[in-house]
Nanobody, 126 residues
């Protein structure tokens, strides 16, 4: 059974940067599609980014394009989200996720993801 444990996040001023990591155990990430999601207070969880198992497909939500970069390191069984030029609207709980089909759809929907991290708070505030 795949397990995902997140680290990183915290409090940053607008315009600053933060990074998140998601370490997997119990199975190798090689064949999984992976993604990051976030949930702002009072809002539904939304897809932020994803990478396919091959790494050949990457997608980002329009709201984070050009600011966030997702990457994966299969050798370390870990993937990452680098967040730059953070804005107050980026505040929320961030979740990493993995799905068995190995895909990365243009529209990143939470229903296709089978395994989830515990969530980490990211707060952007002055």
């Amino acid at each position: 059974q795949l397990q995902l444990v997140e680290s990183g996040g915290g409090l940053v001023q607008p315009g600053g940067s933060l990074s998140l990591s998601c370490a997997a155990s119990g199975d190798t990430l090689d064949y999984y599609g992976i993604g990051w999601f976030r949930q702002a207070p009072g809002k539904e969880r939304e897809g932020v980014s994803c990478i396919s198992s091959s790494g050949g497909s990457r997608n980002y939500a329009d709201s984070v394009k050009g600011r966030f970069t997702m990457s994966r390191d299969n050798a370390k069984n870990t993937f990452y989200l680098q967040m730059n030029s953070l804005q107050a609207e980026d505040t929320g709980v961030y979740y990493c996720a993995a799905e068995r089909l190995g895909g990365c759809p243009r529209r990143i929907t939470l229903q296709r993801y089978d395994y989830w991290g515990q969530g980490n708070q990211v707060t952007v505030s002055s």
